[in-house]
């Protein structure tokens, strides 16, 4: 069997190395000069920049694991221990570890009643039935009933659980309000907490998808070379990118939303296509300021998360201590990540002044940083709204026979989304075939 795969972010990498892996003839096209979507690393003055996702996150990346594993990658990957401040709107900070939820429990600004509701509303929600995977989309949408996280929020673990956990922690992984948020992806975090490790490869995230082209030997990479048609050809299917016509017995489409309506609009019904053009994704933006000398070695922690979204950013983060390879020795390098709402009204250079201002608010005066660098989305991290799964899972059906999709907009924003979903297709595909 000859698939194309439409998409070089880890999704499509995913989809293309399980179809390899299984012996089968794949091309692969990717927009861009190189692979890596959103996770892709950007390499400036000795330093090595995310452009998007910021790590691993251990047991609840299942299938990102296994394929790692699979790789002889897996031990490859640098430990990030996220020791985390989190600072009132007062500037107060209080001690905590991102990747253990629990230790938020410790901060003394949660009273004894504070930590009985919280504590009380996690141990319901670990016996009650639930997501067994946090980005499988399907099962996602059997527990999505409506509520919006901030609503579930602070019924369940109150206002001040709220603020000083789920705001911090999901405002850090998804920069938006918890209104626009469905609460089963937090719910299914909630029962696995205890799985938490976060990692980052030794190149940055990006290089995941390096390792899975890498593993897949005989794989037509096809860069530079945007897909403009995808028509059905008898029992088959051409697609048309670069000046070239593929024929291929099957294709997995694995761009952003938009993108792959636009490829469908004349193989499926328009529902379907609007469904894709309607699933939301926020405006998104980070900076990275870069010093060639650390001014501030002694900072012990590496995450800082503030307790509410009065400010315009979400977290900094120093770069050397989640990822020490992603600064040149004696380097740093701050990640200032902004909430979606603020973006709207700011322009780049507001974004950039803003994020020098996060800095000194959290660690103080420092030199001029070397450089500044901007990556700013207009469409950046997949927004899950309640109803959102369940409208997106149900495009499977929708798809003709010998297509299937991939994304992260199949669960949500995070690694593990799209390599899932494009591992899926993958499977699904061989077994139809």
């Avoid at 952003?256 to 699933?279: H, I, M, N």
């Avoid at 992603?326 to 803003?354: C, H, K, Q």
Wanted: proline content about 7%.
């Amino acid at each position: 069997m000859k698939a194309a795969v439409v998409g070089g972010g880890p999704a499509g990498c995913a989809a293309a190395y399980t179809l390899r892996k299984h012996g089968h003839e794949v091309v692969l096209f990717e927009a861009q000069d190189g692979v890596g979507g959103r996770t892709s690393q950007v390499l400036k003055d000795g330093f090595s920049l995310g452009s998007g996702a910021l790590f691993l996150m251990g047991g609840i990346y299942p299938r990102t694991n296994a394929i790692l594993k699979e790789l002889g990658r897996y031990q490859e990957l640098v430990a990030w221990d996220a020791e985390t401040e989190v600072i009132d709107a007062d500037g107060q900070r209080y001690s905590a570890k991102f990747d253990q939820v629990m230790s938020f429990l410790r901060m003394p600004v949660l009273t004894w009643r504070d930590k009985l509701r919280i504590a009380t509303g996690v141990a319901a929600q670990l016996v009650r039935p639930g997501p067994k995977l946090c980005f499988d989309g399907a099962e996602l949408a059997k527990y999505d009933g409506g509520e919006n996280l901030e609503s579930w929020s602070r019924r369940v673990l109150g206002e001040r659980g709220t603020n000083y956990i789920t705001v911090p922690y999901m405002g850090f992984l998804y920069a938006v309000p918890m209104s626009w948020l469905s609460p089963a992806l937090f719910h299914a975090v909630v029962k696995q907490f205890y799985r938490l490790a976060l990692s980052v490869p030794p190149k940055g995230v990006g290089q995941v998808c390096d390792w899975l082209v890498e593993g897949s030997p005989g794989l037509d990479l096809r860069l530079s070379t945007p897909v403009d048609k995808i028509t059905q050809d008898g029992a088959g299917y051409t697609v048309t990118a670069g000046g070239e016509r593929h024929p291929v017995d099957a294709v997995i489409v694995a761009p952003e939303p938009g993108v792959a309506a636009d490829l469908l609009v004349d193989l499926v019904e328009p529902e379907s296509t609007k469904k894709l053009r309607d699933c939301m994704y926020s405006d998104y933006a980070h900076v990275q300021l870069c010093y060639k000398r650390n001014p501030w070695p002694d900072h012990r922690a590496s995450v800082a998360l503030p307790a509410n979204m009065e400010r315009d950013w979400g977290a900094c983060v120093l770069l050397s201590k989640r990822h020490p390879s992603a600064v040149p020795e004696g380097g740093e390098a701050v990640g200032v990540y902004f909430y979606t709402p603020p973006l709207e009204r700011m322009s780049d250079e507001d974004i950039v002044n803003s994020a020098r201002n996060a800095v000194l608010e959290v660690y103080g005066p420092g030199p001029e940083p070397d450089f500044v660098e901007l990556f700013h989305y207009r469409r950046g991290l997949s927004i899950a709204n309640p109803g959102h799964y369940g409208t997106l899972d149900s495009l499977h059906a929708e798809m003709p026979p010998g297509v299937y999709l991939a994304g992260d907009y199949f669960a949500h924003a995070g690694v593990e989304a799209p390599i899932f979903s494009g591992e899926l297709a993958a499977n699904r595909l061989i077994q139809a075939h």
